[in-house]
């Protein structure tokens, strides 16, 4: 056999990059990744060689036990390799499967497919993807224009709200709600973008004649933990049914019970989507997983023949390996009531964040979000620049702290706990931010 490293010096094994220093890995990323992104994370002092990982805790390289609120932007929503889920891959894995090939019959996908339709009886067709949040959403889109123009022809347009946030890919940026992540590139025509919580604004397009579907987040993430009046969504889905429109809601970020409910839909009693996304939580953050979950009308009006049955494929779509991971994350969501312990859980950190915020009110001006889905909004100073990247770096520097301000508004820090959370732990945040407010403050 031959030897990689004789064949190409330098070439790295496993083994070698399981024991590479911070310094190496640093170099080689600088070299070889997205060198600006890696740039700002050091420069903020918000980067560091992490070796483990377990619950809610992180440790770096120089020792350093980290409280882990941010979690990824909310993947890790069931603690850092989960022992439930970890060895549950493991025992799958052992079984030497076949985990992908578009014909074969995939016994685990079927069997996730089958449990959302338990906990979802209202939508009860699966898409699973083997990438990231993003997939999820072309796939929901893609399934309502194909839907549409089969059904409904005519209705081409795309309703998405201002400030919002899908994903990367080109589909998903057109159909987000921030310019900044349109720049320099085409978009897919048919989008545009009403004020998020405006239900009139929402009307006036659809009363247009044209609108396919329409896509929200359930709290707007990125954008800032934006949590809309109670009765929007509702009223959202009085005038999809109206006007013939399709409802997805994006539960990349705010489902897989982070926000309390199994799914963040579920806070609104008896609103159903035509379809919702998930990714994030429903990973563990043990292997990509995202997907989408729709009503059988919704699903056979794209896919429901022979001729449109392939319209939709892909070659990691549907796949045993990362089915099985958001089998075992729905099964442990479920035995471990992890949505009703979050929410109970969840009052205790926001009376804490609010008796901060009354005490610092002229830094720190608003506590939003719902479960574990926390923003904290942050004012500005005498020369317009805001406080929040400052108390996030502190958090991180001084008090072990991992926290994250939002890519939309970076007037929010995000806060994001998981299940593994303790009241320890909370106290120890707590703590950490009256102080790093604090130290600002005095500055």
């Not at 994030?280 to 896919?303: R, T, W």
């Not at 549907?318 to 979050?342: F, R």
Request: aromatic share 10%; glycine share 10%.
């Amino acid at each position: 056999m031959t030897n990689a490293k004789d064949l190409y010096p330098g070439f790295l094994t496993l083994d070698d990059a399981l024991h590479l220093d911070g310094e190496t890995v640093k170099k080689l990323q600088l070299q070889h990744m997205n060198q600006y992104r890696i740039q700002m994370g050091l420069e903020g002092g918000l980067s560091f060689d992490i070796v483990k990982a377990e619950g809610c805790h992180i440790w770096d390289a120089e020792g350093h036990e980290r409280l882990d609120f941010i979690g990824c932007v909310g993947v890790y929503v069931l603690g850092h390799n989960n022992p439930f889920i970890v060895d549950g891959v493991l025992k799958y894995l052992s079984t030497h499967p076949l985990s992908m090939d578009p014909m074969a019959l995939k016994p685990v996908t079927a069997s996730f497919a089958n449990n959302m339709a338990l906990v979802t009886p209202e939508l009860t067709r699966t898409i699973v993807n083997g990438g990231g949040g993003a997939e999820a959403v072309e796939a929901a889109l893609k399934m309502c224009r194909i839907a549409a123009g089969r059904t409904r022809p005519g209705k081409t347009r795309v309703v998405s709200t201002l400030n919002s946030f899908h994903g990367k890919t080109l589909g998903a940026v057109s159909a987000g709600g921030k310019e900044t992540w349109r720049r320099w590139q085409p978009q897919v025509p048919g989008h545009v973008y009403v004020p998020y919580g405006d239900a009139e604004a929402v009307e006036a397009e659809f009363k247009k004649g044209d609108v396919a579907a329409f896509i929200a987040e359930p709290i707007q993430g990125e954008g800032g933990i934006v949590v809309p009046p109670d009765d929007y969504f509702y009223t959202i889905r009085k005038l999809c049914d109206e006007y013939g429109v399709y409802m997805i809601l994006d539960e990349v970020q705010a489902g897989s019970c982070r926000t309390g409910y199994i799914w963040a839909h579920k806070y609104y009693d008896g609103l159903v989507p035509d379809a919702f996304t998930f990714a994030k939580g429903i990973s563990d953050g043990l292997l990509p997983v995202s997907g989408v979950q729709a009503k059988e009308s919704l699903y056979m009006a794209a896919y429901g023949s022979n001729d449109s049955a392939m319209m939709h494929t892909a070659t990691y779509q549907d796949n045993n390996i990362s089915a099985a991971v958001a089998l075992l994350s729905l099964q442990y969501m479920i035995e471990n009531d992890v949505a009703g312990k979050i929410r109970e859980r969840s009052t205790y950190i926001f009376d804490g964040l609010r008796n901060i915020q009354r005490e610092h009110s002229d830094i720190l001006s608003e506590v939003r979000g719902r479960g574990f889905m926390i923003g904290l909004k942050f004012g500005v100073d005498a020369n317009g620049e805001g406080y929040a990247n400052r108390v996030g770096a502190i958090l991180a520097q001084k008090h072990y702290v991992q926290t994250m301000t939002s890519t939309n508004n970076d007037t929010i820090l995000r806060v994001y706990p998981n299940i593994a959370t303790t009241r320890e732990d909370f106290d120890w945040f707590l703590d950490a931010l009256e102080k790093s407010i604090s130290e600002v403050q005095a500055a």
